[in-house]
């Protein structure tokens, strides 16, 4: 049995289409195929631009569950795809700027001095080696203090949504703008809370990424109700995903039960490569295009795409 990529489709789905499980054609193989066409060949496969600009904080308390990971694999997935993606790294730790190849040595031009209000978001934004479609606010070890300097400042909570302006994304030209917490609830994850309208969180299919849930959803609803009335959680991202256990179908099962359709139906699997690709400072999609996890990342991505697409317009972050 064969079959061929068109050099004339456009539609992502149409190779599925064909190879269906409902014809005689489908086989494991042909559906795996069908995924690796769409890893190889993203320019055929583009996915679609959302209805309005989506401003996604990407957080969860609890460390290793994922959320950088998750960030920059989204948005490299996204860019890759044809969509103009913003990725604001928010730990001091500046992983995110590694696995994107972005330089965030001390005095490389940051978000440090962007929360400050010493420079300009362009003009601390890089382009990432993963596309050029991809810019990265970069992280460099002076982040670790401005929570410090933030205290004593009018409106500190505020800082990174006066410089999120609709003025300065379009200056940009993005659609998706991702912003990587640090792994916890100090004043940069609320800063990131207060600048979005959506929150994505990964949760690990473990039970310990569970206990730390009810937290982080109890600090959303403050930020909510005092700070940034259009924040919703709007995508839960099932990571570190192990077939093998019971526990993680347990973990999954919960999930989607308490969340719905907010839970993504792609989960990424537990992968080593994924693990390996920011010691080369890459995304999991440059690294090993063929992985599992990377073509996990690319249909979580096209989930959130596909959604993003017919989203109706959010209120305004001021909450008018």
């Given at each position: 049995?064969?079959?061929?990529?068109?050099?004339?489709?456009?539609?992502?789905?149409?190779?599925?289409?064909?190879?269906?499980?409902?014809?005689?054609?489908?086989?494991?193989?042909?559906?795996?195929?069908?995924?690796?066409?769409?890893?190889?060949h993203?320019?055929?496969?583009?996915m679609?631009?959302?209805?309005?600009r989506?401003?996604?904080?990407?957080?969860?308390?609890?460390?290793?569950?994922?959320?950088?990971?998750?960030?920059?694999?989204?948005?490299?997935?996204?860019?890759?795809?044809g969509?103009?993606?913003?990725?604001?790294?928010?730990?001091?730790?500046?992983?995110?700027?590694?696995?994107?190849?972005?330089?965030?040595?001390?005095?490389?031009?940051?978000?440090?001095?962007?929360?400050?209000?010493?420079?300009?978001?362009?003009?601390?934004?890089?382009?990432?080696?993963?596309?050029?479609?991809?810019l990265?606010?970069?992280?460099?070890?002076?982040?670790?203090?401005?929570?410090?300097?933030?205290?004593s400042?009018?409106?500190?909570?505020?800082?990174?949504?006066?410089?999120?302006?609709?003025?300065?994304?379009?200056?940009?030209?993005?659609?998706?703008?991702?912003?990587?917490?640090?792994?916890?609830?100090?004043?940069?994850?609320?800063?990131a809370?207060?600048?979005?309208n959506?929150?994505?969180?990964?949760?690990?299919?473990?039970?310990?990424?569970?206990?730390?849930?009810?937290?982080?959803?109890?600090?959303?609803?403050?930020?909510?109700?005092?700070?940034?009335?259009?924040?919703?959680?709007?995508?839960i991202?099932?990571?570190?995903?192990?077939?093998r256990?019971?526990?993680a179908?347990?973990?999954?099962?919960?999930?989607?039960?308490?969340?719905?359709?907010?839970?993504?139906?792609?989960?990424?699997?537990?992968?080593?490569?994924?693990?390996?690709?920011?010691?080369?400072?890459?995304?999991?999609?440059a690294?090993?295009?063929?992985?599992?996890?990377?073509?996990?990342?690319?249909?979580?991505?096209?989930?959130?795409?596909?959604?993003g697409?017919?989203?109706?317009?959010?209120?305004?972050?001021?909450?008018?």
């Open positions: 049995m064969t079959f061929k990529v068109s050099q004339h489709e456009s539609s992502p789905n149409e190779l599925a289409r064909r190879v269906s499980r409902e014809t005689p054609e489908w086989t494991p193989i042909a559906e795996e195929a069908a995924r690796a066409a769409r890893v190889l993203p320019d055929r496969y583009g679609p631009r959302p209805s309005h989506r401003v996604l904080t990407v957080a969860n308390q609890k460390g290793g569950v994922g959320k950088t990971t998750s960030t920059v694999n989204l948005a490299a997935a996204l860019a890759m795809h969509v103009r993606v913003l990725v604001i790294d928010l730990d001091p730790q500046g992983n995110a700027s590694t696995a994107l190849g972005v330089e965030h040595r001390v005095g490389t031009p940051s978000i440090y001095e962007v929360l400050l209000a010493e420079m300009r978001l362009a003009e601390a934004a890089a382009v990432s080696t993963a596309s050029p479609n991809l990265c606010v970069p992280a460099t070890i002076d982040l670790a203090g401005v929570e410090i300097e933030l205290v400042m009018v409106a500190r909570e505020n800082r990174l949504r006066q410089a999120l302006t609709d003025r300065a994304l379009a200056e940009l030209n993005v659609d998706y703008v991702f912003v990587d917490c640090p792994p916890s609830l100090g004043l940069l994850t609320v800063n809370l207060v600048a979005a959506e929150v994505l969180i990964p949760i690990q299919c473990e039970y310990y990424a569970l206990e730390g849930l009810g937290q982080l959803l109890s600090n959303i609803d403050l930020v909510r109700a005092h700070l940034n009335t259009s924040l919703h959680v709007s995508t991202l099932l990571t570190m995903y192990d077939g256990t019971k526990l179908d347990q973990v999954t099962t919960e999930v989607r039960g308490h969340f719905g359709n907010t839970a993504l139906r792609t989960v990424i699997p537990r992968s080593v490569k994924v693990s390996e690709a920011p010691g080369f400072s890459q995304t999991v999609l690294y090993d295009p063929g992985s599992r996890g990377a073509m996990s990342y690319i249909d979580a991505a096209r989930e959130i795409a596909e959604r697409a017919v989203m109706d317009l959010p209120p305004r972050r001021d909450g008018r």
